[in-house]
C-alpha cells in the first residue's frame, strides 16, 4: 500500500518545457487545475500528499517522478539524464529525507525516475536517452543492497520506460508490443496497447485503483475488464509535454 505521495505543481514556463509531441502549447491554468484533480484523487485514494511548488527555471518540474527512486528502506536521488533538467533533484532531497534515508547516484551515471518500474521488490530499469547502463548499475545496486532485485531492459525509441510499460495490479502489465515478449517481463499477464491509444500504457495503480488517462476507451475497457477499479483523469496539458500519469508523483 502507498501511504504517501510528493508532486510539485506545473511551472508557468511550463511552455518551454522539453517536448518530442506536436500537440500545442501547454494551458498553464488548465494545467494548475488538471494538477489539482490529480493530486485530490491520490489523497481520495488514501494518501498524504506532499505538494511542492513549482521550481523557477524548471519548466519541468512537475514531472516530479523523474527525480528520484523511493523504495521501502531507501530513495535514491537521481541524476537526471536530461541536461535541463538537471539540479531538479536537489530540492526534493530535504523533502525526501523526512521519509527515508536518502542516497546520490552522480554523473557520468544518469538515470531518470520514469525509467524504472517497481513490482513489489523487483526494478525493472529501463536504458533509454535519460538513463545509461551506469545509472542503472548504480540505482540497481543501491536497491539491491536493500533485498531488492532489477534487470537492465533494453528500449525501443521511446522517452521512458514507463511510457511503454506500467503495473496496473493483479500481476498485471500494460506494454507496447516492443515488449509484448520481452522474457523478463514473462512473469506477467501482459495487455497490449498498440499505437492508437499510445499514452494509455502509462497508468498508474494505486492502493487497487488504476488511474487511467481519459480518452482511451480500449485500454479503459480493457482495464475495466479485469475487474479493477477505475478512475480517469484528463491528462491534456501534461501530454503536451510528453507527461504521462506516472510522472506527476513520487509514491511510497
Ligand atoms: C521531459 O521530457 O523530461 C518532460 N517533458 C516529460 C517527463 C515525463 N516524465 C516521465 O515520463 N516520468
Known amino acids: 500500500m502507498f501511504t504517501h505521495a510528493i508532486t510539485r505543481r506545473p511551472s508557468a514556463e511550463m511552455a518551454n518545457g522539453i517536448t518530442t ?70 530540492s526534493i532531497e530535504p523533502v525526501l529525507a523526512r521519509f527515508r534515508p536518502v542516497v546520490r547516484v552522480r554523473p557520468p551515471a544518469l538515470f531518470e525516475g520514469g525509467d524504472v518500474l517497481q513490482v513489489d521488490d523487483t526494478f525493472f530499469i529501463g536504458l533509454s536517452e535519460r538513463t545509461n547502463m551506469a545509472g542503472a548499475k548504480a540505482l540497481g545496486n543501491t536497491l539491491a543492497r536493500h533485498g531488492s532485485t532489477w534487470h537492465a531492459m533494453e528500449m525501443g525509441e521511446t522517452l521512458h520506460f514507463k511510457t511503454d510499460v506500467s503495473f496496473i495490479g493483479d500481476n498485471t502489465l500494460l506494454v507496447s508490443p516492443f515488449f509484448e515478449t520481452a522474457p523478463e517481463l514473462a512473469r506477467f499477464r501482459r495487455i497490449v496497447v498498440d499505437e492508437n491509444e499510445a499514452y494509455a500504457r502509462n497508468c498508474l495503480f494505486i492502493n487497487g485503483t488504476v488511474i487511467v488517462p481519459a480518452g482511451f476507451p480500449r485500454t479503459l475497457a480493457a482495464i475495466k475488464g479485469l475487474g479493477r477499479p477505475t478512475i480517469e483523469l484528463d491528462m491534456s496539458e501534461f501530454r503536451k509535454l510528453d507527461g504521462g500519469l506516472t510522472c506527476l508523483s513520487l509514491r511510497f
Open 21 to 90: 509531441a506536436d500537440l500545442g502549447t501547454p494551458d498553464y491554468h488548465l494545467a494548475l487545475a488538471q494538477h489539482k484533480a490529480y493530486c485530490l484523487t491520490l489523497a481520495v485514494l488514501g494518501l498524504d500528499v506532499t505538494v511542492l511548488d513549482a521550481e523557477p527555471g524548471y519548466p519541468d518540474c512537475c514531472f516530479v517522478e523523474d527525480t528520484a527512486v523511493v523504495c521501502d528502506h531507501v530513495a535514491a536521488l537521481a541524476p537526471l539524464g536530461a541536461p535541463s533538467r538537471q539540479g531538479e533533484e536537489t
